[in-house]
């Protein structure tokens, strides 16, 4: 999908680049035309919930590989201005507090209506779901899985995000602060300090277009529990309360100043969902 590093003669490993790396080169010093390109390949992971993973998927959406490509030139482009991944990061915050909740909120429902199980915040205790989970039809088993894997796009997003945050030394006070209005000056600052040879390897997604191997019923089915608590936990696990960013940063600021900041911020983050990403995956157990 990417280009990966090679070993140059002097045995120094190169940079990771993008399969579309010199496309990007081409129009990265234009800012309306590198946020025309990253706000359209973002729109490639708005699927709709009739999506499948399959190849047979309709012609106006894309696989969840296809995705899968489209991610990996995002985390590799060859970023030279703060403003591009902090406008990748802040553009996929505004995707995830729109369909986010809306993804499991869905999965919720269907482990109400079907298992009698009323799922909140907190871990999902196997205990009280796995007799019913065992009993339920193929049928059922079929649309809880086909719920899950609408969240997949998510969640390739999130992990995404999580990647160029760890590359780019992005942390919460920058994203809150950032506003994708303010001039080239402020916006178009040179990154100054990056981590290479970093891989983009989010192992949640590869293990879903390549399944494990569970040759037990009962363990697959499990496995979609698990899989449904990893996303929760990705999605609900904040990096840091953003008021309390947002008030650390006030009391920072002279009183007149302190106000005027405090405002902005807190009707910037009304549109912003922070989320965590744990990049190590859970084993599979009888609590999630």
Known sequence: MTKVAVTSMSNQQLPFCSVNHFLYSLIRSSRVYRRGLITQLLKMFDNDSSNTLSSSSSSSSLTLEEQLFVADNLAYFPYQVQDEPLFIVEQIDLSISVIGSTQLQQF?????????YIDDDEGIDMNKIENKLN??????????????????????????????????????????????????????????????????????????????????????????????????????????????????????????????????????????????????????????
């Not at 919720?108 to 009698?116: E, T």
């Open 108 to 116: 919720r429902d269907l482990l109400k209506q079907h298992l009698d």
């Open 135 to 288: 009993n339920v039809s193929e049928i059922i088993i079929d649309e809880l899985n086909q719920c899950l894997r609408t969240t997949k796009p998510t969640m390739l997003l999130l992990l995404l995000k999580s990647y160029l945050k760890d590359v780019y030394y992005l942390n919460d006070t920058k994203i809150i602060e950032y506003d994708h209005t303010e001039s080239t000056k402020i916006t178009d600052r040179p990154i100054l300090t990056r981590k290479i040879n970093i891989k983009f390897e989010p192992k949640i997604i590869l293990d879903t277009i390549k399944p494990l191997n569970i040759n037990d019923p009962l363990q697959k089915r499990k496995q979609i529990i698990k899989e449904f608590a990893d996303f929760k936990r990705y999605l609900l696990a904040f990096d840091m309360d953003i008021e309390d960013t947002i008030q650390s940063i006030s009391e920072l600021l002279p009183t007149s100043l302190s106000t005027s900041k405090g405002k902005k911020k807190g009707s910037s983050s009304s549109k912003r969902r922070k989320v965590m990403i744990d990049s190590d995956d859970d084993s599979v157990n009888d609590d999630f």
